[in-house]
């Protein structure tokens, strides 16, 4: 089969798509989500066949190439089409939706064709969703984990130390890494910190610093930004480290789903592809939380050390308390803001933000065999040598902003305000998080919620507790019947 080949204005987000008018589909026996081989001279591809009727988006002897294959094979001429069977992996998902262990063989197999975008987003999620249901065991998770890595590019760093960060998330605010990098990496060491945007949280790492800087770069400028700083902040996905983390991610996200073994393959295949030698793993637990209990904390905590172990990675484990959020902003602007209050040793900072980047940095430091890393830590960013290192990282990367103060907030905010007078015994992360994406984030980097008053304060009714931001007033009030509904369970005023 030989067609000419039309660009369309169609994008999938990753999966490579053929669109053949639907007399040519039945003239040569293909349906919607079969795969197809496409040779244009040296260029291959594997696309997925979908249909039109519309003759005028694809007459017949034309195939519509989606944004994703038409960048692999050009815009126009003409290529070569045949049927190729379906792939192994399908049959290899079916094995897992029926509740049964995959060998490391069946995960890479799985893990290149997504990786390669041979697979569509509907089969993709039956895998998640297959792994979320029936679970891995520690073994197909490190397989998991090999496999990832295995159909990426790796970042190649020759040193004794190559040190590395990572929280499992779902705590509300937490930036720690945006601190700790650039104290350890002030220190001396080299950190080369890949983040993910948000899943289920108000921001990730990616999201806040994108607010800063930019953190889309190619390897070759994350390598350049290295040498030059001794770290970076940057988004894995636009790299291709562990390439099919990411799709994976994209499917999980609207669900909120993040096993446990997805999770653990996710982290540590990431930090594989970098080169990292020795990682800290932040467990927060609690109400609110991802993880409910210590004891849940401390079974994923022997994960990370099983399959890290089989990667050849030295894990330490940091279990921290995570029913409430950390700082005082929650959304991507706000929580730029509070991090580079704590850089600053702005009068304005948040404590708690700041103690808990400062033991993070400091058990990094004592992960080379270093004593007394707290003070190390707490020395580097008292001199405000740990906010140079963070203004060279984000102009290397493409500065954005440097100042709090020019940093945008949502043009709509709504202050919420204390019903009764006494002291804060608690506020609730899970509710922060409810609150905040709501409003927008971290879709809209500018909304959020920033937090007056803290944990253990005194207040009187009517003094304002929290100011919520945003740019859409359908989302502002959203948020409003949110904080309506459950502001007195947000706060826990006694």
């Excluded at 509740?99 to 975008?117: H, P, Q, T, V």
């Excluded at 039956?126 to 792994?131: D, E, G, K």
């Excluded at 019903?419 to 959020?448: C, L, M, T, Y």
Aim: hydrophobic share 40%; glycine share 10%.
């Amino acid at each position: 089969m030989r067609f000419r080949l039309k660009r369309i204005q169609i994008s999938s987000g990753g999966p490579m798509i053929a669109v053949m008018n639907i007399s040519d589909a039945a003239e040569n026996n293909l349906h919607r989500g079969d795969r197809i081989e496409l040779i244009k001279g040296a260029k291959k591809a594997i696309a997925i066949v979908d249909t039109t009727k519309d003759a005028l988006l694809v007459p017949e002897g034309w195939l519509g190439l989606n944004h994703e294959l038409s960048s692999k094979l050009g815009q126009s001429g003409t290529a070569d089409a045949g049927l190729i069977d379906k792939s192994h992996s399908l049959a290899y998902i079916k094995k897992k939706l029926d509740g049964k262990e995959l060998s490391e063989k069946e995960f890479l197999s799985i893990i290149s064709d997504i990786a390669r975008n041979a697979l569509s987003e509907i089969e993709i999620t039956y895998f998640v969703s297959a792994c979320y249901t029936h679970g891995l065991s520690n073994e197909e998770t490190a397989f998991l984990t090999k496999a990832m890595i295995n159909t990426g590019d790796l970042l190649k760093i020759s040193k004794k130390f190559v040190l590395d960060k990572h929280c499992i998330g779902g705590v509300a605010g937490n930036r720690t890494t945006m601190l700790a990098v650039p104290i350890v990496a002030a220190a001396g060491y080299t950190v080369p910190k890949t983040s993910s945007r948000s899943i289920t949280s108000p921001a990730g790492t990616a999201d806040t610093m994108e607010v800063l800087c930019k953190v889309d770069l190619p390897l070759g400028k994350v390598k350049k930004v290295i040498a030059k700083t001794g770290a970076c902040i940057v988004w894995g996905g636009a790299l291709s480290l562990a390439p099919a983390d990411d799709i994976i991610i994209r499917v999980e996200h609207p669900l909120g789903i993040d096993a446990y073994g997805q999770l653990v393959a996710s982290v540590l295949g990431k930090k594989k592809s970098v080169s990292s030698t020795h990682v800290l793993i932040d467990i927060p637990y609690g109400q609110g939380a991802k993880v409910k209990t210590k004891a849940r904390a401390e079974k994923l905590g022997s994960i990370f050390r099983y399959v890290g172990e089989k990667i050849g990675l030295k894990i330490f484990l940091m279990y921290s308390k995570g029913s409430k959020p950390v700082g005082k902003g929650i959304g991507p602007a706000l929580e730029a803001r509070d991090v580079l209050y704590v850089l600053r040793n702005d009068p304005r900072q948040p404590l708690d933000l700041r103690k808990k980047s400062l033991e993070m940095a400091g058990k990094m430091i004592e992960m080379t065999g270093k004593k007394n890393g707290f003070a190390i830590a707490r020395k580097i960013l008292d001199s405000g040598l740990a906010y140079e290192k963070m203004v060279e990282i984000i102009n290397a990367q493409g500065k954005r902003h440097i100042e709090p103060g020019t940093i945008p907030l949502g043009r709509l905010s709504y202050e919420v305000k204390a019903h009764r007078s006494g002291a804060i015994q608690a506020i609730r992360n899970d509710i922060a998080v409810s609150i905040a994406r709501a409003a927008g984030a971290p879709k809209d980097a500018e909304a959020g919620i920033y937090l007056k008053r803290l944990e253990g304060e005194r207040i009187l009714k009517g003094q304002a507790l929290f100011t919520v931001y945003s740019n859409s007033e359908a989302r502002l009030a959203h948020a409003k019947s949110i904080c309506k509904k459950l502001s007195k369970e947000f706060y826990i005023i006694k």
